[in-house]
């Protein structure tokens, strides 16, 4: 509970229209797509200095604030657990600067990160990182989760695009992080530490993203396999074979068949699973790289390849893959898109368990995966109504959990930890593992105020 | 000191044959390139066991720990500031793995960089990371710098390239970050805050390398240029014009000079400046790329334009740029090698700024650069036994670094802070921000054993 006089003191901080409490206004900021808890107050702080008058306040009083973004996320990171204070960053939303010759852009937390793509790439650099929820979701939601998508198979994850941050500790304290240059080895690595925090180390309020040079051409195929097997071992052997395309997903039978479905869009369904390779680089280039491709899929018995031709039909052939998750999470009561994530070579076991685990459980999973990294993303869903389904739920979630560690891979490639998978930490993380996490957790803020009841 | 009692359990752990007293050996291990100071025994661990029951004992005394790799660092960051133990890391050397398909090298500490890169490169993939060290410097104290190279340019620094690690805390608890799978979010990003924490964190037992496709093809260029203000402003335009070398190195007149004195290679000794330009990627694609960048530079004003035609002349374009330091090394009493690193945009005003510097205080400055980003390394030779001279180059040195951080920069870009750059950080780094690195510090090591003395 946030105090009268506290709520006051906020108010006199940011102005009563950016100090919300009706109920229907702590509502629309209370959930992200997993999880839901009420926050006591919502700041929508415009300035540095007004984050850091408000955690001066919070900080005293042991307010729980917890920042956010768009609250895209999909593992409970940004909700209010114990509430009191969202922070809500989306009127810090200014771009305030792109320069191709120092190849970096600095913005403020709030600017979602498709308009960052695109004001980038109209001054001819490229920012990679390509969450799904990019049309919508706030560059520093994407900070503070390291967040994925396809592209990252090639050019790396949030983290690798940040070269330094503006933050705000849980004191009101402002620190800034690394800085323009693009070689910096001056201390401990903060810039890093913060990004993928979650929201429980300080509050981004500005950010210098790295740009590199925009690739001139891309080259698409779908690929369609009559056994999931050959996909898998299929993704595994390119990576191998030293192309490194720009994405390289996978779908699964159950997946193609959903999707369409709902959309026709003349998918083979009789297909095990169907491939999305993408390479591009210079343009004379990517040909070469796509003809390599798709002799591998042709020797892995692929029996339907589309190469698109165009930039159009390019875009024609992902809309199976971006448009069935979204019929699913229609369609169901309950989505969870889990993110556990193997080394490649354990694509094809990862796989085979799945199957295993989807028959074994009886529940309907739809497996998507960034393959070219290893990340799955099992796609599950249920009424959770239904205690006895939700029940058999849980448990197949932890059987996938309990496959991917013991295949050598990670409970979250780029979920993230959030409320979703706290409790099975345990089966990647030491006890001297998480007090490491821990002390350091403490280091920044003593009185635990930032995002707490989370997987720290 | 370490006391009698100390030296015999130590002796118990590893044995006599690696626990070494004897001033000689002492001596041995005393120095890096910078700075000098005397062990009180020094520790050759073969096993993580040993290296974590070498911490019991040294967390229980009290007793300095300083891990070390091949003390190829130029700023004084593997000397025993506090003497007690060094932990020489050289005998725990074996590559435990290389997987082209899950596309990492699992390896020791004491691994030399080349040998790693020769091992990877023979499987197909590439570890580009090249300090100019390589064939000296061990893996684990290039993780522990965070060590750069020419290639980083387009490839990125050490830090990029490591998947997780197996470390030893200063109480002796053996921990593991990150892991296998290329993409991980779970958790605080330990793996890049130990990464570059110059030992004053934990010591490293085990590194998991992330390993790309190797590049089938390079084109190499060495231009000359009548003033340096044409080729540093070649660099920042080619920057911003979507090529991206694999290196981009910088020489000034007076590097040119002193080499082309020392090893007689034909260099053009009336250039005021040249570059190396080095294209990489598929075969297709490289010739283009130089071409590029080669009417860049014509436009630019360069006067002499060699392009090499096979690998072997490439090689022999390198040597200029590699043979001057070493020429200069062995004539001075005493050289530094400063990596004060600015913004892309801000080399032309650095490189102006280095020149005036050179004349206000009467010092032979040799300049190199990793131009392409806007890493200098300013070479400073000097008697440290002239008080006077002395005097002058530490008024240099200060005003480098305070060009550099008023220009954007940072202190260092690759070398570390180390005992080197410590007195400067004030100039980089507020209070709060030094306080979050000594809390940090103390979380991980409270008694502050793990090298103490240097920048945290």
Known sequence: ??????????????????????????????????????????????????????????????????????????????????????????????????????????????????????????????????????????IGGNVATNAGGPRCVKYGVTRDYILGLEAVLASGEVIKTGGRPIKNVTGYDITRLICGSEGTLAVITKIIIKLIPKPEARRTLLVAFRSIDDASVTVSKIMAAGILPRALELMDHQYIRIT????????????????????????????RQARIAKEFCERQGAFDIKLAESEAEADRLWVARKTGSVALFRLSKMMLTEDATVPISKIP?????????????????????????????????????????????????????????????????????????????????????????????????????LNPGKFV
């Open 260 to 287: 369409e479905k709902n959309f026709k869009l003349g998918l083979p369904v009789e297909a095990a699973a169907m491939l999305i390779i993408e390479v591009d680089g210079f343009a004379e280039t990517v040909d």
């Open 349 to 449: 076991s990862m796989v085979r368990k799945i199957n295993e685990i989807r028959e074994k459980y009886r529940i309907p999973i739809y497996l998507l995966a960034h393959a070219g990294d290893g990340n799955m993303h099992p796609l599950i869903t249920y009424d959770p109504q239904n205690k006895e389904e939700s029940e058999r739920v849980d448990n197949a979630v932890k059987e996938i959990f309990e496959t991917s560690i013991a295949l050598g891979g990670t409970l979250s490639g780029e979920h993230g930890i959030g409320l979703a998978k706290k409790n099975f930490l345990h089966l990647e993380v030491t006890p001297a593992e998480l007090q490491v996490w821990k002390n350091i957790k403490k280091s920044f803020d003593p009185e635990g105020i």
């Open 1 to 138: 509970m946030v105090s009268a006089q506290g709520i006051r003191e906020l108010k006199d901080i940011v102005g009563k229209n950016r100090c919300l409490t009706a109920p229907e206004d702590l509502m629309v900021y209370s959930h992200d797509v997993f999880a839901e808890r009420r926050p006591d107050v919502v700041i929508l702080p415009m300035t540095t200095e007004e984050v850091s008058r408000v955690l001066q306040v919070a900080s005293r009083e042991k307010i729980p604030v917890t920042p956010r973004g768009s609250a895209t996320g999909l593992s409970g990171m940004c909700t209010p657990e114990w509430g009191g204070i969202v922070m809500a960053m989306s009127k810090m939303n200014k771009i305030l600067e792109i320069s191709p010759e120092d190849r970096l852009a600095i913005v403020e937390p709030g600017v979602i990160t498709q308009d960052l793509q695109e004001a980038v790439e109209r001054a001819g650099v490229f920012y990679p990182p390509d969450p799904a929820s990019q049309s919508i979701c706030q």
